[in-house]
């Protein structure tokens, strides 16, 4: 079952590139893990360090991922107590 599985990683620890579109989180080898925001949509929840070909389980739940839409603001602090008012 488990490969090569270095760790179990919360999706909260990893850092999101709103620009490449991944989630990443840093390798004991000095690389990184990496896993795109599409493959996790997918289901997809190994990340694949391309370096040492180690691997993280993402946990994480798919209903808490950035919408597509709002990628852009995916770096925003999750401010769930703070909805804007709509006037
Ligand atoms: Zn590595």
């Known amino acids: ?3 090569n599985i270095y760790d179990e990683i919360e999706i909260e620890d990893m850092t999101y590139d709103p620009t ?5 989180y ?5 690389d990184r ?3 795109a925001i599409a ?9 694949v360090c391309p370096s040492c070909s180690l691997m993280i389980r993402v946990v ?3 209903d808490n991922l950035p919408k597509e839409e709002d990628e852009a ?6 401010a769930e107590a703070q909805m804007p008012i709509a006037a």
Do not use: K, N, S, T
Request: with cysteine; charged share 25%.
């Open 39 to 47: 493959d996790l949509r997918d289901g997809e929840e190994i990340a």
């Open 20 to 24: 490449l579109q991944i989630y990443h």
């Open 60 to 62: 994480f739940e798919v």
């Open 1 to 3: 079952m488990a490969e």
């Open 73 to 78: 603001m995916a770096i925003a602090p999750a």
């Open 26 to 30: 840093p390798c004991p080898c000095g």
């Open 33 to 35: 893990f990496e896993i």
